[in-house]
Each structure stands twice: as structure tokens, then as C-alpha cells.
């Protein structure tokens, strides 16, 4: 039980816990997230984060990507009894500002941007979740702007590529697109940062980048067309990886799923097909007898091939052998 003496983030998680044991939050069940704390207890994010913090430490909830903080499996829990006092149970005493190093802080960022979104990572929040003062990271990191370049070089830093590469121009760019996509399927988030137009000049970027330019050397092609094809290849893949964030982003805000959002836009595409405005549209349509189903990672294979079927028509006239 808390009391009065204790800190705003050990009253509201005190709360929250006593909100999970008489099952007002169920297994599974979203808690509030961090500006739902804030505005109902009037606290900062960070305090609100700080509280949260401490529900992940004593087993009571969890973060699911792309859902958020959850109430967790009764199993996960630490009995009442059993949980440290209050005056223990300070995230800052979990983690010593002493044992900050700038990977921690990009990986605890990454972690956020995983389960919460892009938008939810700030300097503070990474200060909360790691519980050290709010201005303890900008040590070790300039500004948001700067931990996200940080987050984005170290996501794209875990996948590698073999020393000796397969034979084939098109089985390289093959390897390479999927591993991007691999890459944004982990981190959502991810084909946010950056535009085409002002590319990210990471090192672990730059291993994509290498890959793919090499997969198109020694074909006859010139450097303007290389780059351009390069560009292409990369963008097609991104392109499509910036829906995965949309999607989840436009969920969180709706509270709709995919399938219940388009179950409402019935009535507007049942009267589009029965107009005679767009003939084309409403055969093609009227022809799907289970309708549509847009799937993304389908949706990648089948524009995969044909960018590399287009690709092909530009090399293989050059080089017939490759």
C-alpha cells in the first residue's frame, strides 16, 4: 500500500497494480500508456514512465511490440508479499547513472520504438525507462535527433551479408531486398527516418548500399544508372515498410483493427461499385468473390519479382551471360 510519503510514480503504480489484482485489467489486457497516466494523475510523462517502469519490474505487466504495455500472465507476477519496500523499488537504484554507456541508451530507445512507436521516444523517456536522472543520456547523446541516426545505423547493423556473395546479379539484389525487409518488419518504426530525397549517411546503411551497387558492377551499366537502380530498389522497399508503421499507428489511434476498419467502409465501397462512374473498378471487383485481401509481405514478393524482372531488361541486354 502506498503512502502519501512515497513518489507520484509509486502511488499511481501502486494503483494500477491494485487496479490488476482485483481484475479491473485483465491478462492481456492494455494498461494505461504513459500520456493516459499523465493526464489522469496530472504527473509528467516521465513520472508516468517511471511508473510503468515499476510494473515491468515487478512482473505485473509487459510490452508487446506493436500492441504496447500489457497486463502479464498471472504466472509472471511478484507475489505482494515478496516485492522490496518502497524506498528499494526506485528504478534509479535498479540501474546507477555510473553504469550509462550510450549502447544501453540505444538499445532501450529501440526497445520503446519497437513496442510504442517512433513518437514515443524522447530523452526523457529513455531517462525514465532506464531509471536515471532526465538529463543523464544527453552525456552520452546530443538530442532526440541524434539517438534516432544512433537507433537507425544500429537496426540496420544486425543483419550481415555472406564474405562470399551467391553468383547472380538478380540473387544479390534478391538477398538484399530481403533483408531489408526483414530489417523493417523487426522495426516498424524504421521507414520512418529519413526521406529518398535526403539519405541517411549511416555506416550500417552504407553495408545495404555496398551490397546492392556491387550486385550491379560489372554489368556495362554507367554510375548515373547504377545509383538510380540502387535508389529504386532500395525506396520499393521502404516504400512499402512505411505502411507496417501506419497501420499500427492509425490502430492505436482508431482502437480498429485492419479488418473492423474496412468492415466500416462498406456502405462507401458497396455504393463506388454501384456507380457507373468507374466501370473498370467495379468489374474487377465485383469478380473477387472473397474479395481482396492486401497483404504486405505478399504484396513485397509480388513487386520484388517484377522490379527484378524490369531490372533484367536493363542488364541482361548488356551482359547476356549474367
Known amino acids: 500500500m502506498a503512502s502519501k510519503s512515497d513518489p507520484p510514480f509509486r502511488r499511481i503504480a501502486d494503483e494500477i497494480a491494485r487496479r490488476i489484482t482485483e481484475g479491473a485489467l485483465a491478462p492481456g489486457e492494455r494498461v494505461p500508456s504513459t500520456r493516459q497516466i499523465a493526464r489522469e494523475w496530472g504527473v509528467a510523462l516521465a513520472t508516468a514512465t517511471k511508473a510503468l517502469t515499476v510494473l515491468r519490474l515487478e512482473g505485473l505487466v509487459e510490452a508487446r511490440p506493436r500492441i504496447g504495455t500489457?497486463?502479464?500472465?498471472?504466472?509472471?507476477?511478484?507475489?505482494?508479499?515478496?516485492?522490496?519496500p518502497s524506498r528499494r523499488r526506485s528504478p534509479t537504484t535498479a540501474s546507477s547513472e555510473n553504469e550509462l554507456t550510450r549502447e544501453r541508451i540505444v538499445r532501450v530507445a529501440v526497445g520503446i520504438a519497437d513496442g510504442e512507436g517512433l513518437a514515443a521516444v524522447s530523452m526523457r523517456t529513455v531517462?525514465?525507462?532506464?531509471?536515471?536522472?532526465?538529463?543523464?543520456?544527453?552525456?552520452?547523446?546530443?538530442?532526440?535527433?541524434?539517438?534516432?541516426?544512433?537507433?537507425?545505423?544500429?537496426?540496420f547493423g544486425e543483419k550481415a551479408y555472406p564474405v562470399e556473395p551467391p553468383d547472380g546479379?538478380?540473387?544479390?539484389?534478391?538477398?538484399?531486398?530481403?533483408?531489408l525487409w526483414g530489417i523493417?518488419?523487426?522495426?516498424?518504426?524504421?521507414?520512418?527516418?529519413?526521406?529518398?530525397?535526403?539519405?541517411?549517411?549511416?555506416?550500417?546503411l552504407m553495408t545495404h548500399?555496398?551490397?546492392?551497387?556491387?550486385?550491379?558492377?560489372?554489368?556495362?551499366?554507367?554510375?548515373?544508372?547504377?545509383?538510380?537502380?540502387?535508389?529504386?530498389?532500395?525506396?520499393?522497399?521502404?516504400?512499402?515498410?512505411?505502411?507496417?508503421?501506419?497501420?499500427?499507428?492509425?490502430?492505436?489511434?482508431?482502437?480498429?483493427?485492419?479488418?473492423?476498419?474496412?468492415?466500416?467502409?462498406?456502405?462507401?465501397?458497396?455504393?463506388?461499385?454501384a456507380a457507373t462512374r468507374y466501370p473498370v473498378f467495379a468489374?474487377?471487383?465485383?469478380?473477387?468473390?472473397?474479395?481482396?485481401?492486401?497483404?504486405?509481405?505478399?504484396?513485397?514478393?509480388?513487386?520484388?519479382?517484377?522490379?527484378?524482372?524490369?531490372?533484367?531488361?536493363?542488364i541482361e541486354p548488356r551482359c547476356p551471360a549474367a
Open 169 to 179: 546479379w538478380r540473387v544479390r539484389l534478391e538477398l538484399g531486398a530481403r533483408t
Open 184 to 204: 523493417y518488419r523487426r522495426h516498424p518504426w524504421l521507414a520512418q527516418v529519413g526521406s529518398l530525397t535526403r539519405p541517411l549517411m549511416l555506416p550500417a
Open 127 to 155: 531517462a525514465a525507462r532506464l531509471g536515471v536522472a532526465a538529463m543523464s543520456p544527453y552525456r552520452y547523446v546530443n538530442s532526440k535527433d541524434d539517438l534516432v541516426l544512433l537507433m537507425a545505423d544500429a537496426v
Open 283 to 314: 468489374r474487377i471487383a465485383g469478380s473477387l468473390k472473397h474479395g481482396y485481401d492486401l497483404d504486405l509481405d505478399t504484396l513485397f514478393e509480388f513487386g520484388l519479382k517484377s522490379l527484378l524482372d524490369g531490372i533484367a531488361l536493363i
Open 70 to 84: 500489457v497486463v502479464a500472465a498471472k504466472e509472471h507476477a511478484v507475489p505482494t508479499e515478496n516485492r522490496p
Open 209 to 273: 548500399a555496398e551490397w546492392a551497387l556491387a550486385a550491379l558492377d560489372g554489368h556495362g551499366l554507367d554510375p548515373t544508372t547504377m545509383f538510380d537502380l540502387h535508389v529504386l530498389f532500395y525506396s520499393y522497399v521502404q516504400g512499402i515498410a512505411v505502411h507496417l508503421e501506419r497501420e499500427a499507428q492509425a490502430e492505436a489511434a482508431t482502437g480498429l483493427s485492419e479488418d473492423q476498419w474496412m468492415d466500416r467502409q462498406t456502405p462507401a465501397y458497396e455504393a463506388i461499385v
